[in-house]
């Protein structure tokens, strides 16, 4: 994609944003938009640890129906900064689609060759039903700035139970060492709520993970607010 297909595509998303904002306005006065943040131990993705030390995650974001236009970020006290604007849809019977952008604030925003590229353009879908849940996700181009290798595959299973959860992921690509397929990211989590108050309470969230490809074991922990 080169730098003057990048700008329609964001006209057309801050088009499809304003748009549906005024069209929330005129039928009711109560606002779509949403603002949350999460602080987490550290930013563990797809089984690769990113950053150091602990990361504030925020996100900004707006929903009429099945659609949902945002931005999430992650900021570590390092200088790490990511910085992901994002479509989705998804449908009553449990399948979502959607467009993510991964950026890293740095470089140049309108820079998109395959030598230097900042942005990695991926499609995603998912399906849950009951407590299981399956996603794959595919990165369309190839990009130096963001180090992706274009066709990057990640696929993913999960089950929800009681208590806890459990997931499974593979990828090739920037998810791997050796950019081969290979099994990533194995985990188990939990959810929790801290009550501050009797009106005000914290969900909390702890995950450990282990990336048999990297050799690697992580435990995470988040607060969000």
Request: net charge negative.
């Amino acid at each position: 994609m080169k730098k003057t297909m990048l700008i329609p595509v964001l006209l057309v998303f801050t088009g499809l944003l304003f748009t549906e904002r005024s069209e929330a306005q005129e039928q009711e006065n109560n606002s779509n938009f949403s603002v949350s943040s999460t602080f987490a131990s550290n930013y563990v993705w797809r089984g690769s640890n990113y950053g150091n030390g602990p990361h504030i995650q925020p996100q900004v974001s707006f929903s009429t129906g099945g659609l949902t236009l945002g931005v999430w970020g992650s900021f570590d006290f390092s200088g790490y900064k990511e910085a992901d604007p994002f479509l989705s849809y998804s449908f009553p019977f449990g399948l979502s689609l959607g467009f993510t952008d991964y950026y890293y604030p740095g470089l140049s925003f309108f820079e998109t060759s395959v030598e230097d590229g900042s942005h990695a353009f991926e499609l995603n879908g998912s399906y849950s039903t009951g407590g299981l849940s399956l996603s794959a996700n595919y990165i369309i181009n190839e990009a130096g700035g963001a180090a992706s290798m274009g066709g990057d595959l990640y696929f993913q299973a999960g089950y929800e139970f009681k208590s806890f959860n459990i997931f499974a992921g593979a990828g090739n690509g920037w998810h791997t060492t050796d950019g081969e397929f290979d099994l990533c990211n194995i985990g188990i989590g939990t959810d929790a709520t801290i009550e501050i108050t009797e009106k005000f309470s914290l969900p909390v969230s702890g995950q450990v993970i282990l990336n048999p490809d990297r050799e690697q074991l992580y435990l995470v922990v988040s607060v969000s607010f």
